[in-house]
């Protein structure tokens, strides 16, 4: 895999809807990054990352009606919690009906923290983080949740390194009872790749695997 292979791969090729302008009243259109989209009952529900000045960030929702060509005025649906310092990053959102789970990394080490509410929002993060840098396989940062809700459970993904030289990987587990329970590392970067000469070369992913994004099928 890699290259033209990816990240489509056997499916079909992704359309170009054009360049999208979002607008609110509490950021600039410049000032948004990191957009996960989920498609609720025909309506594209588009949260990204906003910058609103105050080195915190926010969680803001755009919502479309005409299969994403363009979106409402945006409204905040989760503000950085005052108790916790650094900056949000890399949202994610999975519902199960009208019940959502927001999952997004705070803090120097990433940590990972949860929200809930419906898919309009508000979201209400819970008290503690659901998942701190405690293995050596993290102790170099955590980053870019990707969340799935289950009826029984909730699955979390998201990007580990030991170390700020090392490379990442991708660490999955789940949250059952309000704990969670990790399976540790489900995809690392290859090595040992050689061409069809057996010759060594570079492995398209050494550098490391970042963001994961898993959707139900």
Known sequence: GGGENLPNRGINQYDSVGTLTLSSSSASPGDYSEPTALLIDSKVYLYVLADTGNNQGSIMLFI?????????????????PDTVPGQLKTPCVSCLGQQCILAATMGEFGAIYLADGPPQGPFLW?????????????????????????????KLYYAARSGEDSAYSIVGGEVTGGAFERWGPVLSPSTGCLDSSGNAINCWNEGGIFDPEVKLA
């Open 64 to 80: 479309s009606e005409d299969n994403g060509l363009s979106f409402s005025s945006g409204s905040e649906v989760a503000a950085a």
């Open 126 to 154: 819970r008290s503690n983080p659901i998942v701190e840098a405690t293995e050596d396989y993290e102790t170099g940062g955590i980053r870019s949740p990707s969340v799935i809700v289950e009826e029984d459970a909730i």
